[in-house]
């Protein structure tokens, strides 16, 4: 069974930094899967962030070098460091997981993933 579980999210002010965590369960927790995050605002679809695909991580656009996405080696959990947070990056942020990822694919597009977690909240206060 697969299973991914997010931790980390918080408040914080305009400005601070916060890393959020996925831990993966089951076949997920390997290199053999790709591990992003998305986030989605109350009326709007879930929005791209950053997914790691072995050592490779593509990010959205709007991340501008503010976000940094990795992977514990011991126990495959994959961390999103965001730092220089706005008040516009406030979202419920989820972990997905595919085993199915090709840099020349919809690696964007939430239909691409298999797996989700059930999300965390950031709220950034300006």
């Known amino acids: 069974q697969v299973q991914l579980v997010e931790s980390g999210g918080g408040m914080v002010q305009a400005g601070d930094s916060l890393t959020l965590s996925c831990a993966a369960s089951?076949?997920?927790?390997?290199?053999?899967?790709?591990v992003g995050w998305f986030r989605q605002t109350p009326g709007k679809e879930r929005e791209f962030v950053a997914v790691l695909s072995w050592n490779d991580g593509y990010y959205a656009d709007f991340v501008k070098g503010r976000f940094a996405i990795s992977r514990d080696n011991v126990d495959y959990t994959v961390h999103l460091q965001m730092m220089s947070l706005e008040p516009e990056d406030t979202a419920v942020y989820y972990c997905a997981a595919t085993p199915d990822f090709s840099a020349s694919s919809d690696y964007f597009r939430a239909t691409s993933y298999n797996y989700w977690g059930q999300g965390t909240q950031v709220t950034v206060s300006s």
């Open positions: 089951g076949r997920t927790s390997s290199y053999s899967y790709a």
